[in-house]
T-cell receptor, first 113, second 113 residues
Framework: KAGVTQTPRYLIKTRGQQVTLSCSPI?????VSWYQQTPGQGLQFLFE???????NKGNFPGRFSGRQFSNSRSEMNVSTLELGDSALYLC????????????FGQGTRLTVV | KQEVTQIPAALSVPEGENLVLNCSFT??????LQWFRQDPGKGLTSLLL?????REQTSGRLNASLDKSSGRSTLYIAASQPGDSATYLC????????????FGRGTSLIVHP
């Protein structure tokens, strides 16, 4: 059974650009969550999608957005990149209901220069 | 607001020692507690999930216990090996029922030969 797949693994972008990250969940999982991990702040929750709808949202500016497709794959977009957006972005999937063990992808390392 | 604290923040031990990592949380009305392992620059690997109705879970050399009333969990690692070197994070589900986990900052473990 394939795990959670994130692409790309590494990205270097310039301030002001935008970026799109992709996450393919484990087959059968309907919930996809996104997290930002930095040395200073640790793991911070961005948002969660379930059945193509944003179900929960963390405290991040509107520059951070996402969507989920009918096959449960999810994308995260960050517009007008800032230096402080440099981080490891992780996505996790789970069944979305009941006891929901979360499974994480390997992450996308974003560097903004 | 749920807060998760992990003690110690870092630990360095010789191979073969038995270890105890601690996790405490402020709101005892949780659904699940999950322990993860993270290798440098990588995603999170799920180790153990303890449902709120359970007291402990075991997997190989790992044993995790949960005491909801006191807001604490411990991860016990028996006969530690250099391959156990990683950061260990615990996460508890949002007590509001959204299943969004709150993470601790982790315990960075080094097991030296």
């Amino acid at each position: 059974k394939a795990g959670v797949t994130q692409t790309p693994r590494y990205l270097i972008k310039t301030r002001g650009q935008q970026v799109t990250l992709s996450c393919s969940p484990i087959s059968g999982h309907r919930s996809v969550s996104w997290y930002q991990q930095t040395p200073g702040q640790g793991l911070q929750f961005l948002f969660e999608y379930f059945s193509e709808t944003q179900r929960n949202k963390g405290n991040f500016p509107g520059r951070f957005s996402g969507r989920q497709f009918s096959n449960s794959r999810s994308e995260m977009n960050v517009s007008t990149l800032e230096l402080g957006d440099s981080a490891l972005y992780l996505c996790a999937s789970n069944m979305g209901q009941g006891v929901a063990e979360a499974f994480f992808g390997q992450g996308t390392r974003l560097t903004v220069v | 607001k749920q807060e998760v604290t992990q003690i110690p923040a870092a630990l360095s031990v010789p191979e073969g020692e038995n270890l105890v990592l601690n996790c405490s949380f402020t709101d005892s009305a949780i659904y699940n507690l999950q322990w993860f392992r993270q290798d440098p620059g990588k995603g999170l690997t799920s180790l153990l999930l303890i449902q709120s109705s359970q007291r402990e879970q075991t997997s190989g050399r790992l044993n995790a216990s949960l005491d909801k009333s006191s807001g604490r969990s411990t991860l016990y690692i028996a006969a530690s090996q250099p391959g156990d070197s990683a950061t260990y994070l615990c996460a508890v589900d949002d007590p509001g029922g959204s299943y969004i986990p709150t993470f601790g900052r982790g315990t960075s473990l080094i097991v030296h030969p």
